[in-house]
């Protein structure tokens, strides 16, 4: 499964991630993931925050075998 990333120092707190994906994104003054691994059916959401990030301050991490 594949894990994504928020860039700190690059996250301006705006909650457009967590608007759009609530399951993975918790933004207050800090930015938190909330899932360690992205399942499969959430994937096309996460892409879609992803894109949607005016600060390109999401990425997707490295993908595990299991
Ligand atoms: S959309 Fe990007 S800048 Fe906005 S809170 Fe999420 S990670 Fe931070």
Redesign the pocket.
């Known amino acids: 499964m594949k894990k994504v990333k928020?860039i700190e120092e690059?996250?301006?707190?705006?909650?457009?991630?967590?608007a759009i994906i609530p399951e993975v994104?918790k933004?207050t003054d800090k930015?938190e993931i909330l899932l360690e691994e992205i399942p499969e059916g959430l994937e096309e959401r996460v892409q879609e925050?992803i894109d949607?990030?005016?600060?390109d301050?999401?990425v997707w991490g490295e993908e595990t075998t299991s």
């Open positions: 928020i690059q996250c301006i707190f705006c909650g457009q991630c967590e994104f933004i930015a925050a949607a990030c005016p600060t301050a999401i």
